[in-house]
């Protein structure tokens, strides 16, 4: 029996159940690991709680660890007509285990399973992309230092506006993503709460034990409301696309600037001949395909939570069909964006930015307001000074003046240590979520 809710006489149109199944057989592979495990987990209370024998619970726990060992071994499939990954799981199990396997549902339903395997793999994914986000952040304030005594215009409007340098640039991205790192931490709390026991909304007539399975999968807490815990599916994508949003709307602006920056109309960088692509026309170009690339799908990283929320709006109260595409949509963008940070990482530091570029006459009315200082220095009123010296630009700059920005933050002083700092204390409060100890357990869990 390939669908755990059918029987002999239900038979359902083929091209109506192929429809109906979507992606799931292909994108359940993703949580695999995570449904082998909450079902031993609950495997677990169901004994604890007088529902299951020990024979039962030996017989399940085994054979979930088998299954187990041929997901991590990349030998798991889910056979085609088979709904999801837990029809498949409880198929494989019944097979090797008989009657046993087929208790293994008892005081649960798919709802809460998918509920409870989403957390999970949100809560390793979350604490991966924190770690991988850190060392991104480092990246860009090692970069930072490498080049802060070199100068580059700042722009407003487009147009050149005051002395910048290639360390004020790279170290503000880098301080500019220790807020999502925040956010992100905060997620986890968020997400780090149990759904299982929930059923499929409303709750069990079993007397199970949902604080015991909350202890085994290591979730802070239980989502205690039955109803609130059901609701929670497609809000918990909804945060962690926003926090992912936040992040490539950051980070698709540095790609942006890459682009800009490394066109001859500006020539502020160039990256190496291997990390570009040439043209079949043009002998001369190297382009920033990487850059271009990571833009363009950090930008489509942007429309994810509109695409989330145009499947939850206006549903009512209880589980509807309509959540399951909640996978097909957020898994492959999770996957893509896990992606471009891992090469966003890789080629910060072959970034070759230019030297001396301030000397070049169509930057000078870059230090105006440089000039005005000097005014001011010179005892003049800040306003007075400001209107001398656009009156004088009229003329065009007759001499360049020296430029000492030493306030925090500022050209002469970046502040690296502190922001250093601050993604420290950012990374301490709250500790990393570990769940090997927790799936070590589950899976050596002595009867």
């Not at 755990?4 to 149109?13: D, E, S």
């Not at 709802?111 to 409870?116: K, T």
């Not at 440089?370 to 010179?378: A, H, M, S, T, Y």
């Not at 500790?431 to 357990?441: K, M, S, V, Y």
């Given at each position: 029996m390939s669908k755990?809710?059918?029987?002999?006489?239900?038979?359902?149109?083929?091209?109506?159940?192929?429809?109906?199944?979507?992606?799931?057989?292909?994108?359940?592979?993703?949580i695999a690991k995570h449904d082998v495990l909450g079902s031993m987990a609950h495997a677990i209370m169901l004994y604890e709680s007088d529902i299951v024998s020990k024979e039962d619970l030996q017989s399940i726990l085994k054979g979930l660890h088998t299954i187990y060992e041929k997901i991590v071994a990349g030998q798991f499939a889910i056979e085609s007509g088979i709904e999801d990954v837990h029809s498949q799981v409880e198929m494989e199990l019944t097979k090797m285990i008989g009657e046993a396997g087929k208790k293994l549902h008892t005081a649960r339903s798919r709802?809460?399973?998918?509920?409870?395997d989403l957390k999970m793999y949100y809560r390793d994914y979350l604490t991966q992309i924190i770690s991988d986000l850190e060392v991104l952040i480092k990246e860009f304030l090692k970069a930072s230092e490498k080049y802060k005594s070199l100068l580059m215009p700042g722009y407003t409007h487009l147009q050149v506006a005051m002395p910048s340098s290639f360390g004020l640039w790279l170290?503000?991205?880098?301080?500019?993503?220790?807020?999502?790192?925040?956010?992100?931490?905060?997620?986890?709390?968020v997400v780090n709460l149990n759904p299982l026991g929930s059923a499929a909304g409303y709750g069990s007539s079993f007397p199970i034990q949902r604080k015991r399975t909350t202890e085994l999968l290591g979730f802070r807490d239980l989502e205690y409301n039955v109803i609130g815990a059901s609701m929670n599916r497609g809000k918990t994508e909804f945060l962690l696309a926003n926090a992912i949003s936040s992040i490539s709307l950051t980070l698709g602006k540095f790609c942006m600037d890459v682009c800009l920056y490394n066109s001859q109309n500006y020539g502020f960088l160039t990256l190496p001949s291997e990390y570009t692509t040439g043209s079949s026309i043009m002998p001369h170009k190297k382009n920033p395909d990487v850059f271009?690339?990571?833009r363009a799908k950090f930008n489509g990283m942007l429309a994810l939570p509109h695409e989330i929320s145009s499947v939850l709006q206006n549903l009512p109260t209880g589980y509807h069909r309509d959540y399951q595409l909640l996978k097909e949509i957020i898994f492959p963008k999770l996957t893509s964006f896990s992606d471009c940070l891992q090469i966003l990482t890789f080629v910060i530091d072959k970034i070759e930015v230019a030297e001396d570029l301030m000397t070049n006459p169509l930057y000078a009315q870059a230090?105006?307001?440089?000039?005005?200082?000097?005014?001011?220095?010179?005892?003049?009123?800040?306003?007075?000074?400001y209107l001398l010296v656009k009156e004088e630009l009229a003329g065009g700059m007759d001499h360049i003046p020296e430029i000492n920005h030493s306030h925090e933050g500022s050209i002469g002083q970046l502040n690296t240590e502190e922001i250093l700092q601050k993604l420290s204390r950012t990374m301490d409060a709250f500790?990393?979520?570990?769940?090997?100890?927790?799936?070590?357990?589950l899976k050596n869990f002595q009867v």
């Open positions: 755990l809710w059918a029987n002999a006489g239900n038979k359902i149109n083929k091209q109506i159940e192929d429809f109906t199944i979507g992606k799931d057989a292909e994108l359940d592979l993703t709802n809460d399973q998918v509920l409870v170290g503000g991205y880098g301080e500019c993503l220790i807020a999502d790192i925040m956010q992100l931490k905060s997620l986890v709390e271009e690339l990571l230090f105006s307001v440089d000039l005005i200082k000097e005014k001011v220095d010179g005892g003049m009123a800040f306003r007075d000074a500790p990393a979520f570990d769940f090997t100890p927790f799936e070590n357990r």
